[in-house]
């Protein structure tokens, strides 16, 4: 018996696949829209985000998983890879069929700290490796085993060159610790000069990208040099910890979005995932609440050409994530959005 799986509703494909290989494997088998990295790898094109409400991400990676997620992305900074550790285990789910990245932190930039950090990730997220693993940010902080080493209220900035730590997360690759390393939050410039002096071409770089900002010229550039672009805050100023995003209505509930999902069936924040997808990036929203967990997931459908351009014409390069002057690093200095 054939069975198209990609067909069928979440629900009916977890009862099958309960039904054909038991309870260990009861979510498992739930196939979406992935994307291939230049590793040869492939990614899930939605993801599920996990920073904040670190009490709450053992239930929302359960929930995430049962509804059909593959890919969860996590960082050391978050506090939250037991969590999702707990919430894999919970699931049933096999290691296997999930794509997990994490990212690694400020504090572990020289290259003597990099695989401690890279092993304590893999302790806390009871794996042996890790699919995908990012520097967070280009920006190193002081050599610390605080996350965030202080001098009174100041960030105490570190001396380590992002070059020499790119370099050292190269090695990680040879061990199968990770088996594929990007970055995260780097300016153009910052990538061409990695890209200079490393072996390695990232397999992905994880920005701020949403409807609000586009920035079509940088993720075209991405994709020339074969580097995968995941889009994070994809609902742009949902997160409440955006103080610049108050002031402007929420993305979701822009009038063009909703109206464009009206002829689908769904609603503003399934469209800015559909429309991260179809630009060929991977989406990887955020939610504690199980009913928003299931809905996001459905945001991976295909967007017509023309609805495609009317969100192409949102763009207001608004950048909400900007933390330069807490990190004392000049961030996105060449690209849009930048204050
Ligand atoms: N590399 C980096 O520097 C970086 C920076 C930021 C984020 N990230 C990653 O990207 C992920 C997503 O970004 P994000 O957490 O900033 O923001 P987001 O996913 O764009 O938005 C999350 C917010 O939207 C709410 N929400 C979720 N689904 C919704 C829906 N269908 N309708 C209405 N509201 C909804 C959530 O509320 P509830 O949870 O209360 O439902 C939460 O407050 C993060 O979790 C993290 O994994 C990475």
């Not at 829209?33 to 492939?42: H, I």
């Not at 997620?69 to 069929?97: L, M």
């Not at 950090?117 to 490796?129: E, G, H, I, N, V």
Request: hydrophobic share 35%; with cysteine; aromatic share 10%.
């Amino acid at each position: 018996m054939l069975f198209r799986f990609n067909t069928l509703a979440p629900s009916r494909l977890i009862q099958l696949s309960a039904h054909l290989s038991g309870q260990k494997r009861m979510f498992a088998g739930y196939t979406k829209t992935k994307f291939p990295l230049n590793t040869g790898a492939e990614i899930p094109a939605i993801g599920f985000g996990t920073w904040q409400d670190k009490e709450s991400q053992e239930d929302a990676v359960f929930e995430a998983l049962k509804a059909g997620y593959r890919h969860i992305d996590t960082a050391r900074v978050y506090g939250t890879e037991p969590g999702v550790a707990r919430g894999i285990q919970k699931s049933g789910v096999p290691r296997s069929d999930i794509f997990i990245t994490t990212k690694l932190w400020n504090n572990s930039h020289h290259p003597d700290d990099v695989e401690k950090a890279c092993d304590a990730s893999l302790k806390d997220l009871q794996t042996d490796y890790i699919d995908l693993y990012l520097m967070h940010w280009p920006s190193p902080f002081a050599q610390s085993d605080k996350l965030f080493p202080k001098d009174g209220d100041k960030i105490l900035a570190g001396k380590t060159d992002y070059v020499d730590t790119y370099k050292a997360m190269e090695k990680l690759v040879e061990t199968g610790k990770v088996k594929a390393i990007g970055v995260s939050n780097f300016s153009k410039a910052e990538l061409e000069r990695l890209l200079k002096e490393t072996s390695i071409v990232p397999a992905a770089h994880q920005i701020e990208c949403h409807p609000y900002l586009q920035q079509p010229g940088f993720v075209k550039w991405h994709k020339e040099k074969g580097i995968h672009v995941t889009q994070y805050s994809p609902f742009g100023n949902a997160n409440p910890v955006y103080e610049d995003g108050k002031n402007v209505p929420k993305l979701i509930d822009d009038p063009v979005l909703t109206d464009v999902g009206r002829k689908y069936g769904k609603n503003g924040a399934q469209v800015a995932l559909a429309w991260g997808i179809a630009k060929g990036h991977s989406v990887i929203p955020k939610s504690k609440t199980p009913a928003r967990i299931k809905a996001n997931l459905d945001g991976d459908f295909k967007l017509d050409p023309d609805d495609v351009q009317k969100v192409d014409a949102l763009d207001k390069k608004l950048r909400f994530n900007d933390p330069s002057e807490s990190f004392g690093w000049n961030f996105y200095a060449d690209l849009d959005g930048k204050k």
